[in-house]
Structures are given as C-alpha cells and as structure tokens.
C-alpha cells in the first residue's frame, strides 16, 4: 500500500519546455489536489477533482492543467515552463466525509531556468 | 476572503520544554482545522483535525485547541523531542466550500528542538 506516489522527484526544466508531473493514488480516494509550496510561504492549490472525468480549477491555475481519467491518476501538466513556476509541487489525495484528512505525496522539486 | 497566518515562522527550544504554536484565521466560518507536519523534502503528514463543534483534540503529546470566536487554534507539544523538530503548518476548510474539501494553509512555523 504506497498511499500517494508523485514522480519524478527532482525536474530541471528551460523556459519554455513542457513536463507532465504525475500522481498516483492506491487508496480508491475520490479527491485528489495539486498544491504548490514556495519557499516561506502556504501551499496553493493549482487544481482539484471531486472524482474520475471532473476537474476544477484552485487558487492558482494559471499555465497548468490537468486531467483525470481514471480514479488512481491525476497528472499535472506545465505547457510552456515559467521561472515563476520553479516550487515544490505536491499532490495530495481524502477521502469520503467531511472531516477526512489529507494524505500528500512526498513532492516535485522543480526548477524552470 | 480567509487567511492563514502563523506566528512566529521559526521556533528554537531546548529539549523537553513544553510550547505553543499558533495558528490564527481571519473568518469563523470554517468546517475544522488540521494541523500537519512537514519534514525536509517530504510531504505533509496530518496530526490532528478539529471539527468546528468541537474545543480541543489530543494525540499523545500534542494537544491542539481551536476558539472560532477569536479566529485561533494552537498546537501543544509537551516535553519536546530533537524528533519533534520539523516545519508544523495549520489550514482550514471554510464553510461554503462544498464538499472539495479545499483547504487553506498557512505558511508554517518552523520548530528546533536543541539535544
């Protein structure tokens, strides 16, 4: 029972490439999130899905997208890599009910330059 | 809008000392609180969530309470461990956010705790 497995771990990209930051779930969780963590700062959300086939955008969606075809994956996509997007990327995953907890990967280090 | 902050951003104890750290949020409306832990180059662990009904919530050495009227949560560790050291962060789900789930997070308050 992995929980939540992000790959890859470490990414160095050039302005302007693009990269698919994955997320894996075995823990048949409906919700699935993609947070940004900046040094000093709160995590952000990006996007989240309430199930397989819905998406919806967070706080901070702009120059990402993603999808979610099926329960277990929840792929973040950066199309033309920014600096402003150098952070640590996070996927976490809940369950059913209101007070369920979140459960995080153990991050996407990455930098754009 | 809710914001998150947490004070002080980085903490220096020594080992066994009892502390505090704080948590404030600018709305009451919210469904619970979590408290988490992060260590370097992980990912965060839950510690303990409190549901807005209730006052406190305690797992072994951490105890962390929640005042909705004042806007505050705290998280309590007593007889602190060099293992205890790692960055604690507090977020909130608002009411009026559905059923995501989507939280709010502050930036964390950064704990050392000196053998």
């Known amino acids: 029972n992995a929980g939540v497995t992000q790959t890859p771990k470490f990414r160095i990209l050039k302005i302007g490439q693009s990269m698919t930051l994955q997320c894996a779930q075995d823990?048949?969780?409906?919700?699935m999130y993609w947070y940004r963590q900046d040094p000093g700062m709160g995590l952000k959300l990006i996007y989240y899905s309430v199930g397989a086939g819905i998406t919806d955008k967070g706080e901070v969606p702009n120059g990402y997208n993603v999808s979610r075809s099926t329960t277990e994956d929840f792929p973040l996509r950066l199309e033309l890599a920014a600096p402003s997007q150098t952070s640590v990327y996070f996927c976490?995953?809940?369950?059913?009910?209101?007070?369920?907890?979140?459960?995080f990967g153990n991050g996407t280090r990455l930098t754009v330059t | 809008k809710q914001e998150v902050t947490q004070i002080p951003a980085a903490l220096s104890v020594p080992e066994g000392e009892n502390l505090v750290l704080n948590c404030s949020f600018t709305?009451?409306?919210?469904?619970?609180l979590q408290w988490f832990r992060q260590d370097p180059g992980k990912g965060l662990t839950s510690l303990l969530l409190?549901?807005?009904?209730?006052r406190e919530q305690t797992s072994g050495r951490l105890n962390a309470s929640l005042d909705k009227s004042s806007g505050r949560s705290t998280l309590y560790i007593a007889a602190s461990q060099p293992g205890d050291s790692a960055t604690y962060l507090c977020?909130?789900?608002?009411?009026?956010?559905?059923?995501?789930?989507?939280?709010?997070f502050g930036q964390g308050t950064t704990l050392q705790v000196k053998p």
């Open positions: 977020a909130v789900r608002r009411r009026g956010s559905g059923n995501t789930g989507k939280l709010i």
């Open positions: 709305d009451s409306a919210i469904y619970n």
């Open positions: 409190i549901q807005s009904s209730q």
């Open positions: 823990m048949n969780h409906n919700y």
């Open positions: 976490a995953t809940r369950g059913q009910g209101m007070d369920s907890p979140l459960h």
